[in-house]
């Protein structure tokens, strides 16, 4: 409504049949797009893509989720959504690779069928409406007729089950095995699924064609951004479809592919870079893994030929971990995969290109850049905080809608007493429906004059929640000192812990 222009025009409606626009609002789910951050940018990078007049496509890295716990967002539908089965595509795992001199062929694999949904995103009033497309695991066949007809009732919906739960729950508990390959499953379909879907349309437009010189251009068209290591397979994949499916030769499969894509590390946590098992690779995804140790043996006879004899520095930039068991470096396959590396703020940006990928950034220093994270203000200030998003067109006009920068004409105003007046009871205002909101839905009474200190995260050791409390014990402490000896200090916090399973879109 807020795109279109008809925000104002939908709550006078809705006002005139004895209903409140909010009301409504919360009956709609929002879409289960993903996780914390990345989950805001899946929600945030397409509307900001089709801010722009250009026609896009944008295949967000999660699967169609259909069930979650405390989380069910498709329990009554999605009326946005429409399913397009006339281009359902299969996805493959397991099975083994045959080699012959026509090249390398994965075979007798276990196929998953990923059905396509199309939700139309419009643009801010710009007469443009695009697509955001997920995907949803489907087993080939729903039913066993063989196993039912001998009585193994189990086995005959096994396989539709197994399928299913790829894109049943996102980010499943990965401590144990079967967690980790779910996991792996679920990163490898969205990608496989959407590449296949990217090359498609690729080939039906103008600049396409059925012969091998036809992906010269694939990278003018296609640009794929890595958000963290989740959609890493999309190096290797794109690599095998174009050696193995396409018969492109390697090295100028290589070229493209390093073209097309580009990697947002998120952060600097180890225990947050995904580190695959080979062991895992081998069986799930087999002809990948030999896709992987070709990728690598490239990469480490260049640091080799560029730092003669520097075995240390060989094994600390290559994309198999030898210690501890082999397993797959994700992160380190981004960055060699991708033509450009970026953090999401300069601070961030300065340690990854200073510490914690300092070989690569030697190697490579104009591949690293920064790009500071920013929000859609449609989404985000607009619609989640209609009060400021009004004060603030009062006082600059509306322009900064479009353009966030124009935010800065504020700082004109920073000693206007009446404006900071007026900011401070949009956010008491704010507080208020907070409260009654928490009141409502967990029966917690909270103190409203009180600082709010929000952790809008997972509940998980690398988000140190027990860091943050100890931040907030601290920061009382030292306020405390600043009084007399028994007297209250008139600063108080309210720390809320809110367990972000998904982001809003």
């Not at 009554?76 to 996805?91: Q, T």
């Not at 404006?419 to 956010?427: A, E, G, L, Q, Y």
């Amino acid at each position: 409504m807020i795109n279109l222009g008809l925000q104002n025009a939908c709550d006078e409606a809705i006002y005139q049949l004895g209903l409140d626009m909010e009301d409504l609002e919360e009956m709609e789910e929002d879409a289960g797009l993903g996780n914390g951050g990345l989950g805001r940018l899946a929600g945030t990078v397409p509307r900001s893509m089709f801010l722009s007049v250009r026609v896009c496509w944008a295949a967000v890295g999660s699967p169609e989720q259909e069930v979650e716990e405390a989380d069910d967002w498709l329990r009554h539908g999605n009326p946005w959504e429409k399913a397009r089965p006339e281009y359902m595509l299969p996805v493959h795992f397991y099975g083994r690779v045959e080699e012959s001199k026509e090249g390398s062929r994965w075979v007798d694999t276990q196929v998953v069928l990923a059905m396509p949904y199309d939700t139309p995103i419009p643009g801010y009033m710009n007469n443009t409406v695009n697509t955001m497309r997920l995907w949803s695991a489907r087993a080939p066949n729903d039913f066993n007729l063989k196993d039912f007809n001998v009585g193994d009732y189990i086995q005959a919906v096994l396989d539709r089950n197994l399928a299913e739960n790829i894109s049943r729950v996102l980010y499943p508990n990965d401590n144990f095995f079967e967690g980790k390959e779910l996991r792996l499953k679920q990163e490898y379909f969205v990608v496989a699924a959407t590449l296949q879907d990217i090359i498609r349309r690729f080939k039906i437009s103008k600049k396409g064609s059925t012969g091998p010189e036809s992906f010269d251009s694939f990278p003018e068209k296609v640009a794929i951004q890595l958000n963290d290591t989740h959609p890493a397979m999309a190096i290797p994949e794109l690599m095998r479809v174009f050696v193995d499916v396409e018969k492109l030769d390697w090295d100028t499969a290589w070229a493209i592919t390093k073209r097309t894509f580009a990697y947002t590390n998120h952060t600097v946590l180890p225990e947050a870079l995904e580190r695959w098992p080979v062991g895992l690779l081998e069986t799930l995804l087999p002809r990948h893994l030999q896709i992987i140790y070709r990728i690598n043996q490239g990469h480490l006879d260049g640091i080799g030929a560029l730092f003669p004899g520097d075995l240390d520095r060989i094994r600390r930039m290559s994309l198999i971990e030898e210690d501890g068991g082999k397993r797959v470096n994700m992160a380190h396959l981004c960055i060699v995969g991708s033509h450009a590396v970026n953090g999401v703020a300069e601070i961030h940006s300065n340690i990854i290109k200073n510490d914690v990928f300092r070989d690569f950034s030697e190697l490579e220093p104009d591949k690293f850049q920064n790009k500071t994270n920013g929000i859609t203000p449609r989404r985000w200030l607009l619609l989640c905080n209609p009060g400021l998003a009004e004060l603030i067109a009062e006082a600059i006009g509306e322009g900064y809608v479009k353009d966030l920068s124009q935010l800065q004409k504020l700082n004109e105003l920073v000693n206007d007493d009446a404006f900071i007046r007026d900011v401070s009871n949009v956010k008491q205002d704010n507080k208020v429906k907070f409260s009654q909101y928490l009141e409502k839905e967990y029966k917690v009474n909270i103190n409203l004059s009180s600082m709010f200190d929000v952790h809008v995260k997972r509940i998980h050791e690398y988000k140190r929640q027990l860091l943050n409390c100890l931040h907030i014990i601290t920061m009382y402490n030292r306020t405390s000192s600043s009084f007399p000896r028994g007297s209250l200090s008139p600063i108080q916090t309210t720390a809320l812990y809110t367990e972000c399973t998904k982001t809003p879109s």
